[in-house]
């Protein structure tokens, strides 16, 4: 069995090490989805673009660890955001998520990535008769938010469960397939990229100099899309929490299963993408101060994955885990870094929906640089409010989890 993640078998593009000073308009640190992502939409803009990445996208990326469901279903729940949000920014933050599919799908087009992008029906299974009900209220919110959700009977899925809302449409791709095509297409471009230069500093505002542990870049502009922010302003802290989940790709009867990926409601939850043989199943997340050995987090999945979903002859192809990085009114934080800073930018906090969140980053922090109107920025921005109703919601969430946090017996 392979330790590292089934994306991880695909060759990174070579890139050199930035040596001495270089000068150029924006600097971006990072070149995960959000950065690479950023940095192709200025490109093609006309920008001239510097990506420092710190490693090796294929290595050191939390995009090599993702199971790459591109979905408007978020890791918050609707009847949740609506209560943080109201209608209007609950409608809007969907709308994001589908602008971003449409996004990625046409840079595919456009670049002809083959990254083996497929529309698939996304499925919020009910294991319970409660979390049918749930589902139900959240696929009535969705239609009555414009965004079309069906009910799906249990007979239709080949084991115990209570029916599940649909989300027709939504997508999957091999992520670093698409990073890689990303990056060429940035690259032939213009654009400038440099592996294993780690950004340690950045001074100055409207003419900036990043300092890494190989060179400098100077530049008119600079975008954070370290995953989590490598500097930060102190109350960036109050505003994250951080999970890990831990995922499996196995080898499946064909059939086993209908294609597509899925969600349930358990807490902690569990997600899969099913495509004929191949399974990728993950979940058993938990806040990454508690202390719990991965090999039971990997037990209790194969256990979920033999009792719940019925599959007791499959193969194990491939383990892995990674990081969720939170924000705890359960949308990222894009936009200007702080009030201080004019050409200062971050992305960050994408939760378990960061390959949606990371292309919204790139299209609102690339329309900031280019000094275009964003319908998104307002909602985004680093600097919103946090609002009641969030650390309302946020600390019912906490204590559910905590009641259900996979404690270790012997800590
Ligand atoms: C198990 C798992 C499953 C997931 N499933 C999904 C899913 O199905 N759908 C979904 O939408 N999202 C999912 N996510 C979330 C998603 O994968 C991430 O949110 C997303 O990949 C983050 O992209 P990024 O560009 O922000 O960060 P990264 O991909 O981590 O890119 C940041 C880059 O910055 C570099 N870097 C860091 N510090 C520095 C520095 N100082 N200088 C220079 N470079 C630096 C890093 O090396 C890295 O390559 C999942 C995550 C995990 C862990």
């Known amino acids: 069995m392979n330790i590292q993640s089934t994306w991880q078998e695909v060759s990174a593009i070579s890139a050199p090490t930035l040596e001495g000073s270089t000068q150029t308009e924006v600097i971006i640190i990072g070149g995960g989805i959000a950065g690479i992502t950023t940095a192709y939409l200025l490109a093609k803009a006309g920008k001239k673009v510097v990506v420092v990445e710190k490693g090796n996208t294929h290595d050191s990326s939390v995009t090599a660890y993702t199971t790459a469901f591109l979905t408007h279903s978020l890791d918050t729940d609707l009847v949740d955001l609506k209560k943080i949000f109201g209608t209007r920014d609950t409608k809007k933050i969907l709308q994001s998520h589908e602008d971003a599919i449409d996004l990625v799908e046409k840079i595919i087009k456009d670049e002809h990535i083959e990254c083996g992008f497929v529309k698939a029906p996304h499925y919020s299974i009910a294991l319970s008769q409660s979390g049918a009900e749930d589902f139900k209220?959240?696929?009535?919110?969705?239609?009555?938010?414009?965004?079309?959700?069906?009910?799906?009977?249990?007979?239709?899925?080949?084991?115990?469960?209570?029916?599940?809302?649909?989300?027709?449409?939504?997508?999957?791709?091999?992520?670093?397939?698409?990073?890689?095509?990303?990056?060429?297409?940035?690259?032939?471009?213009?654009?400038?990229?440099?592996?294993?230069?780690?950004?340690?500093?950045?001074?100055?505002?409207?003419?900036?100099?990043?300092?890494?542990?190989?060179?400098?870049?100077?530049?008119?502009?600079?975008?954070?899309?370290?995953?989590?922010?490598?500097?930060?302003?102190?109350?960036?802290?109050?505003?994250?929490?951080?999970?890990?989940?831990?995922?499996?790709?196995?080898?499946?009867?064909?059939?086993?299963?209908?294609?597509?990926?899925?969600?349930?409601?358990?807490?902690?939850?569990?997600?899969?993408?099913?495509?004929?043989?191949?399974?990728?199943?993950?979940?058993?997340?938990?806040?990454?101060?508690?202390?719990?050995?991965?090999?039971?987090?990997?037990?209790?999945?194969?256990?979920?994955?033999?009792?719940?979903?019925?599959?007791?002859?499959?193969?194990?192809?491939?383990?892995?885990?990674?990081?969720?990085?939170?924000?705890?009114?359960?949308?990222?934080?894009?936009?200007?870094?702080?009030?201080?800073?004019?050409?200062?930018?971050?992305?960050?906090?994408?939760?378990?929906?960061?390959?949606?969140?990371?292309?919204?980053?790139?299209?609102?922090?690339?329309?900031?640089?280019?000094?275009?109107?964003?319908?998104?920025?307002?909602?985004?921005?680093p600097s919103r409010r946090i609002r009641l109703m969030a650390i309302l919601v946020k600390s019912r969430d906490y204590i559910q989890e905590f009641f259900n946090a996979p404690f270790d017996k012997k800590n």
Do not use: C
């Not at 009910?151 to 649909?166: C, D, I, L, R, T």
């Not at 060179?215 to 951080?242: D, E, L, R, S």
């Not at 991965?294 to 994955?305: I, T, W």
């Not at 201080?340 to 969140?357: D, I, L, P, Q, W």
């Open 137 to 381: 209220k959240e696929k009535d919110l969705s239609n009555q938010l414009g965004f079309t959700a069906t009910w799906k009977e249990s007979s239709f899925f080949p084991f115990q469960n209570y029916g599940a809302m649909v989300l027709d449409k939504q997508a999957m791709f091999h992520p670093l397939k698409y990073i890689n095509g990303v990056r060429a297409a940035f690259e032939k471009m213009g654009g400038t990229y440099f592996d294993n230069t780690e950004a340690k500093a950045i001074e100055g505002d409207i003419r900036a100099t990043v300092t890494t542990n190989h060179g400098t870049v100077t530049g008119n502009a600079v975008v954070i899309a370290t995953y989590n922010t490598f500097i930060q302003p102190w109350w960036y802290i109050f505003k994250k929490g951080m999970y890990k989940s831990y995922v499996y790709e196995l080898t499946i009867p064909k059939g086993s299963i209908p294609d597509g990926m899925y969600e349930d409601e358990e807490n902690p939850y569990h997600y899969f993408r099913v495509e004929g043989e191949r399974m990728i199943v993950g979940g058993e997340d938990h806040r990454i101060e508690i202390k719990f050995d991965p090999e039971n987090a990997y037990s209790r999945l194969r256990k979920y994955v033999e009792e719940k979903l019925g599959i007791v002859d499959y193969k194990i192809v491939h383990k892995w885990s990674g990081p969720i990085l939170e924000q705890v009114d359960g949308i990222p934080l894009i936009g200007l870094y702080s009030g201080s800073y004019k050409n200062r930018y971050v992305e960050t906090a994408f939760s378990g929906n960061g390959m949606t969140n990371g292309t919204i980053a790139a299209m609102v922090v690339s329309d900031l640089i280019l000094g275009k109107k964003n319908t998104y920025a307002q909602l985004y921005s």
